[in-house]
């Protein structure tokens, strides 16, 4: 208590209320003191507390004073209380209650609740520090309020749902931005293709299909939709046909194997506004085989899933990395990775799968997992 000091309630130039609550007994530290039943203010630069009875007076701590605050519970039938842990006083602090005190926290005690309000007011108060750099012309603009109880939460409530709208109004105005921008892109690109196939201008032949490559890598034209295709299994059919047309080049260049996470992002980059879900992803990659189309849906023990060349087949792919193996001696999922220009995921899950195949052999250390050429296949 030797924190508090005498005050006649006013407050000084550029303090705001917060929010106050009635009811509020204080102990210094675990004792009872005098100060019962009163009216406990909360300010940008102190806690009030008030005499119910005699309103003139009053005894105010600092904010600057709290160390931090804590919200305790003494169970069933007894009040709440919030725990403030106080710095040391200064000196020259101004007359008070008390001017020594062998505790350095005070409780209040919420004899008609309210403390779960008042304690959120004061955790967001104090990291302000607003006693600290509120200059007068400020307490002009804002004006005094007092957020106590319902009222005050409800205030409160109205405020973020203003702020809410706010933020959702400017997100979609920098989407709709986006959309434009993205229907002009698509235009763009359909009036290059155009051009293209009537081979306007002295473009040769080489340029034509490096160019051709080059819109490919835009985005697909007129994408497979709900819209235009139904919801049914017919969706999805056409959907993997598309699929395949635009991935088969794609994962032919990348060693004839994709992750399908890897996969399921250049589709949705290519497709623009027209998203896929990943349920629609696999339920179309799951349709490639019945489709005789020349990729199909893999999983491996590891849980991976990737998109892969039918033409390249699993023998096919473990006899490179057996070769791999022998070339480079040992390899660990990340060298894999850079040597064949995969994700590090599947190259881990390619040599789990060499080695289920009895093709590797692995070797766990503090350095990591590695794999080795397996000499008692070949050594026999």
Avoid at 5 to 20: D, H, M, P, Y
Avoid at 23 to 48: A, C, M, N, P, R
Avoid at 231 to 246: M, V
Avoid at 255 to 284: F, H, K
Wanted: proline share 3%.
């Amino acid at each position: 208590m030797d924190r508090f000091q005498w005050s006649n309630g006013a407050l000084v130039q550029g303090e705001i209320v917060v929010t106050q609550q009635s009811g509020i007994k204080i102990y210094d530290g675990s004792e009872k003191t005098q100060f019962e039943k009163g009216l406990l203010v909360l300010t940008s630069h102190h806690l009030l507390w008030r005499d119910a009875v005699r309103k003139s007076s009053a005894i105010a701590l600092p904010l600057e004073s709290i160390l931090y605050a804590e919200e305790v519970s003494e169970g069933r039938g007894k009040s709440q209380k919030i725990v403030l842990h106080l710095l040391p006083a200064k000196p020259g602090k101004p007359a008070g209650p008390t001017m020594s005190s062998v505790h350095s926290y005070i409780r209040l005690s919420f004899k008609e609740a309210g403390e779960t309000e008042f304690f959120r007011c004061l955790s967001e108060e104090l990291p302000r520090k607003r006693w600290e750099s509120l200059a007068p012309s400020a307490v002009k603009e804002k004006p005094k309020e007092i957020r106590a109880g319902i009222v005050g939460i409800e205030r409160r409530i109205e405020e973020k749902r203003k702020e809410t709208d706010t933020t959702i109004s400017k997100a979609f105005e920098d989407l709709n931005k986006l959309m434009d921008k993205a229907k002009e892109m698509v235009n763009l690109s359909k009036t290059i293709t155009n051009k293209i196939k009537e081979r306007q201008g002295s473009i040769t032949e080489n340029e034509t299909v490096q160019f051709k490559s080059y819109l490919l890598s835009l985005g697909i034209d007129n994408p497979v939709t709900r819209e235009t295709h139904g919801s049914g299994s017919n969706y999805h059919k056409e959907l993997a046909k598309q699929l395949a047309e635009f991935l088969q080049n794609q994962i032919e260049e990348n060693g004839g194997m994709m992750a399908l996470t890897d996969a399921y992002c250049r589709i949705n980059r290519a497709r623009g506004m027209e998203l896929l879900s990943p349920d629609d992803l696999v339920d179309a990659c799951k349709q490639f085989e019945n489709l005789k189309c020349p990729l199909r849906l893999r999983s491996f023990t590891s849980g991976v899933m990737v998109i892969e060349l039918i033409s390249k087949g699993e023998e096919q792919v473990m006899h490179e990395l057996e070769e791999l193996l022998e070339n480079q001696g040992s390899l660990s999922a990340n060298d894999l990775s850079k040597l064949i220009g995969i994700s590090i995921s599947l190259a881990k899950s390619r040599l789990l799968a060499a080695e289920d195949s009895s093709k590797a052999c692995r070797d766990e250390t503090v350095e990591g997992l590695r794999f080795y050429p397996n000499k008692f296949i070949t050594a026999s």
